[in-house]
């Protein structure tokens, strides 16, 4: 079945260094991409997205690279803080089909940043 | 704050009781979904309402009861528990199931004792 898997399981940094973290996904029809940020205690929060149209896209710190060719999808976070340590998930959304709005979401990957 | 409030944010209740999770959204979203989280899985997909019509229930056992009074509210009744339905209950709303603008509340931890 469609699948979204992440590559890393955790991932320790040093404050100030550039973290990136790594998506697979398995499905080519998925056209839209989030990236989350969940920390302890609170529901995943947005970060950011991108559609199937784009290969990348940049935010406040961060950016999000997608290579259609290998399914695979990352979420870059320059001058990592501490308070980027959370549990960062990406999720697909297939829009057509019988998964028409279903976000499927990764195992997730903890991102612990050291002061 | 996301827009999207649930409450209890913590809920403790025995195999016995009956509860109901609250999920309001100001968002002016047209489609709202409960997703369930448990330790060392994905999120998984309970339930999509789209403009109050349930489009999606993802075989989720009936003593998970869903209703959606209008697309700002959504409400996850639960009667007769057992302590693996412990998790973290996650409301989301977007504009339309197309996902864009996909927003969560900060769920309501559950604990079936």
């Known amino acids: 079945g469609e699948s979204v898997g992440l590559h890393l399981p955790t991932l320790s940094v040093q404050e100030g260094d550039n973290s990136i973290i790594n998506c697979a996904y398995s499905?080519?029809?998925?056209?839209?991409f989030i990236w989350y940020k969940q920390e302890s205690g609170k529901g995943p929060q947005f970060i950011i997205d991108i559609r199937s149209n784009m290969d990348k896209r940049q935010g406040q710190r961060v950016t999000v690279l997608l290579n259609k060719t290998v399914k695979h999808l990352s979420l870059q976070i320059a001058a990592t803080q501490p308070g980027d340590s959370a549990v960062y998930f990406c999720?697909?959304?297939?829009?057509?089909?019988?998964?028409?709005?279903?976000?499927?979401f990764g195992q997730g990957t903890i991102l612990t940043v050291h002061p | 704050e996301t827009g999207v409030t649930q409450t209890p944010r913590h809920l403790v209740m025995g195999m016995t009781n009956k509860k109901s999770l609250k999920c309001e959204q100001h968002?002016?979203?047209?489609?709202m979904y409960w997703y369930k989280q448990s330790a060392k899985k994905p999120l998984e997909l309970m339930f999509v309402y789209n403009f109050k019509e349930q489009t999606e229930n993802n075989s989720v056992p009936s003593r998970f009861s869903p209703e959606c009074p209008n697309s700002s509210h959504l409400f996850l009744h639960l009667h007769t528990l057992q302590p693996e339905d412990s998790a973290l209950y996650l409301c989301a709303s977007s504009q339309e199931t197309a996902g864009y603008g996909y927003t969560f509340g900060s769920g309501t931890r559950l604990t079936v004792v």
């Open positions: 968002l002016g979203h047209n489609a």
């Open positions: 999720a697909e959304i297939n829009a057509g089909g019988t998964s028409y709005g279903k976000l499927t």
């Open positions: 499905n080519s029809a998925s056209d839209y």
